[in-house]
């Protein structure tokens, strides 16, 4: 039997961008339905064990605030935030917990799997659910937080991939480590400052570590063929414990079942060479041992959906501000493809500068095709080099949280999305 259901709003995708939407909108009052294909809540932030929140505050003070901030108390509160980074199981019972607070109807398990438009309207979504049984949502909005733009795409409406060739970023199954003697790890990066990017600091109150270059070059002599350019990993809450950002799927789509399920194959035969080298190599990592391997591959990048603006790398660069700006971001560029990986002597010295932020318009979180169909987190109406920067963390959570706040105007008002967003009010 087909349940029908009548919503305010119906969000697909409940990765962190997903997540922060559903509860600014319940917060507002609308009648939200948040659908997600996994077993929980958090996408990349939680399942994808992507760590840590990515540069979101100047000299000046932080970027984003609202429910991002309150979730960074959160945290805190529960030990589970060391500087900007976080506990990715801390995290998920805190969104759990401000999911049901905020009202929102919450269902796992479930995948869209027919949507009826007309006249550049979303109606209905049809959605299936693993178990074998199938819901009909009816809503004014609909808002695509999957990531991979899948409700723009089953909806019609026009989505990019890749860069200028149609290559995607690398996919990066992530993994968490636990054992490590920070100590050492210290005491070597002091003692060995050329064997790693410039930009690490062994003074910092999280080490964030990218290097080895010397110890890999040795191991691959000794026949370790699985091995990129560098190793890098990023200290967690608790004790001795980090997230490992180093495998690497390259020319791979996300977006094709078959492509994505080789690239977790691939990686996860590298996680076990990894693991295998830095208890070798690595000093501080002797006695480490896996401790996670994320559910969810890290897919920087898939397909992007087109909106009333395409927010360029031209607007990163250029720090620009928009009549209706509605996130704040400061991270840069960020490609991870197979020329980035090979490591210039001039990308090792390089220290990242955040002296001024730059804006995310509205108009690039509303589709172009459809009136009712809000575009967040990294699927995103953005260039290649666009999304490589505003695909962090702090930056999607803030476009949930604008939108969840421009759907109660919408509705109050009932008002088009496109509307709003053209109007800039
Ligand atoms: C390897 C890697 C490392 C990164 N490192 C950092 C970092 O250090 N700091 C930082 O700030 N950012 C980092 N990022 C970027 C950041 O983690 C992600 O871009 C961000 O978390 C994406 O959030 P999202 O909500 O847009 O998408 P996702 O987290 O991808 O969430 C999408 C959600 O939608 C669900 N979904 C997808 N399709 C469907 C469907 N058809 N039906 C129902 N549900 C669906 C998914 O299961 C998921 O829960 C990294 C990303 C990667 C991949």
């Given at each position: 039997?087909?349940?029908?259901?009548?919503?305010?709003?119906?969000?697909?995708?409940?990765?962190?961008?997903?997540?922060?939407?559903?509860?600014?909108?319940?917060?507002?009052?609308?009648?939200?339905l948040l659908v997600e294909r996994e077993g929980s809540v958090g996408g990349i932030s939680t399942l994808g064990l992507c760590n840590p929140?990515?540069?979101?505050?100047?000299?000046?003070?932080?970027?984003?605030?609202?429910?991002?901030?309150?979730?960074?108390?959160?945290?805190?509160?529960?030990?589970?935030?060391?500087?900007?980074?976080?506990?990715?199981?801390?995290?998920?019972?805190?969104?759990?917990?401000?999911?049901?607070?905020?009202?929102?109807?919450?269902?796992l398990h479930s995948i869209p799997i027919g949507v009826e438009s007309c006249d550049r309207q979303i109606q209905s979504v049809r959605f299936f659910s693993s178990q074998g049984s199938a819901f009909e949502v009816e809503a004014r909005y609909f808002v695509d937080a999957t990531g991979d733009a899948t409700l723009s795409y089953m909806a019609g409406a026009e989505v990019f991939q890749g860069d200028e060739n149609g290559a995607n970023q690398a996919m990066t199954l992530m993994f968490t480590v636990s054992g490590i003697d920070y100590a050492r790890v210290r005491e070597d990066i002091r003692s060995n400052r050329e064997n790693f990017f410039a930009w690490v600091n062994p003074d910092f109150e999280i080490l964030s570590v990218a290097g080895y270059f010397e110890e890999i070059e040795r191991a691959r002599k000794g026949g370790y063929d699985r091995l990129h350019n560098y190793f890098f990993f990023i200290e967690l809450p608790g004790s001795g414990r980090a997230t490992v950002n180093t495998t690497h799927s390259f020319d791979k789509s996300a977006v094709d079942p078959f492509?994505?399920?080789?690239?977790?194959?691939?990686?996860?035969?590298?996680?076990?060479?990894?693991?295998?080298?830095?208890?070798?190599?690595?000093?501080?990592?002797?006695?480490?041992?896996?401790?996670?391997?994320?559910?969810?591959?890290?897919?920087?990048?898939?397909?992007?959906?087109?909106?009333?603006?395409?927010?360029?790398?031209?607007?990163?660069?250029?720090?620009?501000?928009?009549?209706?700006?509605?996130?704040?971001?400061?991270?840069?560029?960020?490609?991870?493809?197979?020329?980035?990986?090979?490591?210039?002597?001039?990308?090792?010295?390089?220290?990242?500068?955040y002296d001024d932020y730059y804006e995310i318009p509205l108009r690039s979180l509303i589709s172009a095709d459809l009136d009712n169909l809000a575009i967040i987190g990294r699927c995103f109406s953005s260039d290649f080099s666009g999304q490589s920067a505003a695909r962090v963390m702090p930056t999607v959570a803030g476009m949930g949280q604008a939108i969840g706040q421009v759907l109660h105007r919408a509705i109050s008002r009932g008002e088009n999305l496109s509307e709003i967003a053209i109007d800039g009010r």
């Open positions: 039997m087909l349940i029908g259901l009548k919503k305010d709003v119906v969000i697909v995708g409940a990765g962190i961008s997903g997540v922060h939407a559903a509860i600014a909108a319940g917060r507002a009052g609308l009648d939200v929140f990515m540069r979101f505050w100047l000299d000046s003070g932080s970027l984003v605030g609202g429910i991002f901030e309150e979730i960074l108390k959160d945290l805190a509160r529960r030990g589970g935030l060391l500087a900007n980074s976080f506990d990715s199981e801390i995290m998920k019972i805190i969104y759990f917990e401000k999911l049901k607070s905020a009202g929102v109807s919450l269902v492509e994505l399920s080789e690239a977790v194959t691939d990686c996860m035969a590298q996680t076990d060479q990894l693991m295998t080298f830095a208890r070798e190599y690595v000093r501080g990592f002797e006695k480490a041992e896996i401790e996670k391997i994320a559910t969810l591959m890290g897919v920087r990048e898939s397909r992007r959906s087109r909106g009333l603006y395409v927010f360029s790398g031209e607007d990163v660069k250029a720090h620009r501000k928009f009549p209706d700006g509605v996130v704040r971001a400061t991270y840069g560029i960020d490609v991870h493809n197979r020329s980035t990986q090979q490591v210039s002597e001039e990308e090792r010295k390089a220290i990242p500068l």
